[in-house]
């Protein structure tokens, strides 16, 4: 199934009501340098099936699916 894009014109009045919102609940712009580098090296790493998984289930996480 091919993927499409909606883009549209960002409306000014929500892109200020959510700037108001994240600036009265204090929500900072950027993420701090050792939570962006632990993310970077998660990321690196690729997925890992953890520790004590049921040994019969099938890790199937290379399907292409799409939830509706």
Same mark, same amino acid.
């Given at each position: 199934?091919? @993927? +499409?894009? &909606?883009r549209c014109?960002?409306?000014?009045?929500? &892109? *200020?009501?959510?700037?108001?919102? @994240?600036?009265?609940?204090?929500?900072?712009?950027?993420? *701090? +340098?050792? &939570?962006?580098?632990?993310? %970077?090296?998660?990321?690196?790493?690729?997925? &890992?099936i953890p *520790?004590?998984?049921?040994? %019969?289930?099938? *890790?199937?996480?290379h399907l292409?699916? %799409?939830?509706?």
């Amino acid at each position: 199934m091919p @993927r +499409s894009k &909606v883009r549209c014109r960002p409306d000014p009045g929500m &892109v *200020d009501g959510f700037r108001r919102i @994240r600036e009265q609940l204090q929500i900072p712009a950027a993420f *701090d +340098s050792a &939570v962006e580098n632990e993310a %970077t090296a998660q990321a690196a790493r690729g997925p &890992v099936i953890p *520790d004590g998984a049921d040994p %019969t289930r099938l *890790d199937a996480r290379h399907l292409p699916l %799409t939830a509706i």
